[in-house]
């Protein structure tokens, strides 16, 4: 079978490793899905986003990955930097104007 | 750097105090929300207005007042509030439900 991956509350990474950060998402009418950064101190800051007819996206040193038969999204950042330690949030949205968020995985970055 | 400017950046507020939190966007989106996130937890979401109408409003306590003066501005009213309701209030804006941008917020606190 699949695996799906764990939320976790906390991530620590290498300086220079690839991070992924999992997120389970309850609502099956969700189809649009968004990742944000959030540094201390500071509003979220859009980092990625992935509509539900596609399973997989990429950016600048991000990639989001869409299962939607399990109901999980995940952030992957290639060669994580010490400026890529935040708290990173999963939202999801259901053909409206609400977005529900995630609990939230604080990434910290060992140099 | 964010499009959406709130202001003040910091408030502190009495329990019988009135005060106004205010967001400006000048991207011409049509859809402005008012989020409140309490430390290490997710935004919640507030009010959402549409087209200057308000369109969502998630169950807020009256104390919270939001309006929408034009396309541009969004305010939220604040009257006898609680010291639970010392939060980060972040306003966010969007065109249609696409990517939802978020300002810097304002930390309120209430004694």
């Known amino acids: 079978g699949e695996s799906v991956g764990l939320h976790l509350p906390t991530l620590s990474v290498q300086e220079g490793d690839n991070s992924i950060i999992n997120c389970a998402y309850s609502?099956?009418?969700?189809?649009?899905f968004i990742w944000y950064k959030q540094e201390s101190g500071k509003g979220p800051q859009f980092i990625i986003d992935?509509?539900?007819?596609?399973d997989k996206r990429q950016g600048q040193r991000v990639t989001v990955l869409l299962n939607k038969t399990v109901k999980h999204l995940s952030l992957q950042i290639a060669a994580t930097q010490p400026g890529d330690s935040a708290v990173y949030f999963c939202a999801e949205s259901a053909n409206d104007y609400k977005l529900s968020f995630g609990a939230g995985t604080t990434v910290t970055v060992r140099a | 750097d964010t499009e959406v400017t709130q202001t003040p950046k910091h408030l502190v507020m009495g329990m019988t105090n009135k005060k106004s939190l205010k967001c400006e966007q000048h991207?011409?989106?049509?859809?402005m929300y008012w989020y409140k996130q309490k430390a290490k937890k997710p935004p919640e979401l507030m009010f959402v207005y549409s087209y200057e109408k308000l369109s969502i409003n998630e169950s807020v306590p009256s104390r919270f007042s939001p309006e929408c003066p034009n396309s541009s501005l969004l305010n939220l009213h604040l009257h006898a509030l609680q010291p639970e309701d010392s939060a980060l209030y972040l306003c966010?804006?969007?065109?249609?439900?696409?990517?939802?941008?978020f300002g810097e917020g304002s930390w309120l606190t209430v004694v």
């Open positions: 609502n099956s009418a969700s189809d649009y």
């Open positions: 992935i509509r539900s007819n596609m």
């Open positions: 966010a804006s969007s065109q249609s439900r696409n990517t939802i941008y």
């Open positions: 991207m011409g989106h049509r859809a």
